[in-house]
């Protein structure tokens, strides 16, 4: 399993839609839970949203419930989070992360539980 690589970042006004897309090398990309994270200027890193090996579980923080959908093609290796609704505060590097777990249905938002990480790329949300 290859590291995380994230494109689809930019800048967009408040109120504007981007797709981030994070694609993972190599195979078996269905035995790994995936997550998005995001590193604000001068904050810490937070877990935004996250989603099971299968697709049938995802979590996510209150900020963006109803805003952000997550999503996964496993046979492309792909997880792609849709991100509508924009907001300043959304502003940030945005990290992809994957782990393989043994749990179908379980994903979590806690760093310390994702193995490999990807670059990240930038998205901006002018006001």
């Known amino acids: 399993q290859s590291h995380p690589v994230e494109s689809g970042g930019g800048l967009v006004q408040s109120g504007g839609s981007l797709r981030l897309s994070c694609k993972v090398g190599?195979?078996?990309?269905?035995?790994?839970?995936v997550a998005w994270f995001r590193q604000a200027p001068g904050k810490e890193r937070e877990g935004v949203i996250c989603?099971?090996?299968?697709?049938?579980?995802?979590d996510y923080i209150e900020s963006v419930k109803g805003r952000f959908t997550i999503t996964r093609d496993n046979a492309k290796n792909t997880v792609t989070l849709e991100m509508n609704s924009l907001k300043p505060e959304d502003t940030g590097v945005y990290y992809c992360?994957?782990?393989?777990?043994?749990?179908?249905?379980?994903?979590?938002?806690?760093?310390?539980?994702?193995?490999?990480w990807g670059p990240g790329t930038q998205v901006t949300v002018s006001s």
């Open positions: 992360a994957s782990t393989w777990t043994s749990e179908y249905a379980v994903c979590e938002l806690t760093g310390s539980k994702y193995k490999d």
């Open positions: 190599g195979f078996g990309l269905e035995d790994y839970a």
């Open positions: 989603i099971s090996r299968t697709g049938r579980t995802t």
